[in-house]
């Protein structure tokens, strides 16, 4: 009955699909594309969560929320499970498996691996790089890096190989985008350079996947949103790597089903202990490059929110304070903020060494009327009669996920000229979000 029901996919994507052996609660669905792309997705069959009394309450003091599948917290459970929600669920992982939890789109004759420029081989270029070249369907095409220490070692990391012919070490950022021979390119390069890579890939009709920001400033977004909605019928993404988790597009969902009820409150902490970037990443806190360094560092916390509350004006800013040291050694801000809605947001973000905030990374708790949920970990405390998602498995690549995703997009015929011009202003304005809320917070600490 799962693989009659899944079948129909093969004529809507092009996709066979294929039973995989299951775990003990969960069904394993393997997507392969018609071009060879797989993408493979795990869904909970039957998880029951035993009550704990912090779904009714605010957060309690301190950083971490008890979690209800944290080991200490849980307790056995009988899995149950309704033939609706077994479908439904199954239906559901399908769709995230094929499209990394956004809408296809389809790029008419491409019958052959998708030829990929990386644009800044920095930290983050290498590690998307080496992610493109284990993913079918794709061919690390070459890449531009201005520093001649990190092309060095890009051109030792990436030799040719059997399915990887030679990559090209473009001269500069012009011939990497103008090139006939590269069909998208990944801008993952300092923050400053983005936007005006952004608007030479859409010059020459180049799919972009872009680290962000997209722009600092609402002058720079403008300017990306104006070259978006001219005749570019190109993919357009931005690469919030978390998102396309596919567990975690299925959280999205369900919390967007309005299981737990309406929101409440949101606390999110960031601890970078090492102190602030230096060498060829001392950028990030230059004020003459990102503005101010929250505008930087601050990203990842501020799309969240925009991925939270689609469709809302940004908070106000209820109060917020930051203190630098010398050199930018010793850093860290907090602010509080507020919707319209009466939705409020506690948010903090050090460098301090030895942190400030408790454990290095980020952590990002979610109230809601009905229950808490830990986004960072994909665990939701509420209660015992309501199945949520599973927790996630951190063994799934966020990175390999979002270019499956990215691809699937460029090659997919699941989405006309029109959808696919909709979901790329659907970045720019989560962009446009993101920026309004970076300007409230810094402005707020001028005061």
Excluded at 405 to 425: K, P, S
Aim: net charge neutral; glycine share 10%; charged share 25%.
């Amino acid at each position: 009955m799962l693989c009659h029901r899944l079948s129909s996919l093969d004529a809507v994507f092009g996709t066979r699909v294929v039973r995989s052996p299951a775990l003990a609660h969960e069904s394993a669905l393997s997507i392969t594309y018609r071009q060879g792309i797989t993408a493979v997705s795990t869904l909970a069959i039957a998880h029951d969560f035993p009550h704990s009394a912090a779904h009714s309450g605010r957060f309690p003091a301190g950083r971490k929320a008890p979690m209800a599948t944290d080991p200490k917290h849980a307790a056995p459970f009988e899995g149950r499970v309704s033939r609706r929600n077994f479908f439904g669920r199954c239906s559901a992982a399908a769709g995230y498996a094929v499209t990394g939890g956004v809408a296809l789109a389809a790029d008419q004759g491409l019958d052959r691996p998708v030829r990929i420029a990386v644009l800044g081989m920095g930290h983050r270029g290498t590690s998307l790089a080496e992610t493109l070249r284990k993913t079918p369907g794709t061919v690390l095409a070459g890449w531009f890096e201005p520093c001649e220490e990190a092309a060095r070692k890009a051109l030792a990391r990436f030799p040719a190989s059997a399915d990887q012919p030679d990559p090209v070490v473009f001269a500069d950022e012009d011939e990497a985008i103008g090139s006939t021979q590269v069909d998208a390119v990944i801008i993952a390069g300092p923050s400053d350079t983005h936007q005006g890579q952004i608007l030479k890939a859409i010059e020459t009709r180049k799919h972009i996947l872009t680290e962000k920001p997209a722009g600092f400033g609402e002058l720079a977004l403008n300017a990306v949103h104006k070259a978006l909605t001219s005749d570019f019928d190109r993919v357009f993404a931005i690469a919030l790597a978390r998102k396309f988790h596919p567990q975690r597009a299925r959280l999205m969902g369900w919390l967007a089903e309005g299981h737990l009820g309406p929101m409440v409150d949101i606390r999110a902490d960031w601890a970078q202990p090492l102190g602030a970037p230096r060498g060829r990443d001392d950028w990030m806190t230059d004020p003459a490059r990102t503005g101010d360094w929250v505008a930087e560092h601050g990203d990842h916390i501020w799309n969240m929110l925009a991925e939270l509350r689609p469709g809302t004006e940004a908070p106000r800013v209820l109060h917020a304070t930051r203190i630098s040291g010398p050199g930018g050694d010793s850093a860290w801000f907090k602010a509080s903020l507020a919707w319209a809605d009466g939705v409020t947001a506690d948010i903090r973000h050090s460098f301090l060494p030895g942190g400030q905030f408790a454990s290095p990374g980020l952590s990002f708790f979610v109230q809601y009327r009905g229950g808490i949920v830990d986004l960072i970990q994909g665990r939701v405390n509420c209660e015992r009669k309501l199945m949520p998602p599973e927790p996630f498995d951190k063994s799934v690549s966020e990175d390999a996920a979002m270019l499956r995703a990215f691809v699937g997009r460029i090659r997919g015929a699941g989405q006309t000229g029109d959808e696919r011009r909709q979901a790329n202003l659907e970045e720019i304005q989560r962009s446009k979000f993101v920026e309004r809320l970076r300007h409230e917070i810094v402005t707020a600490f001028e005061a």
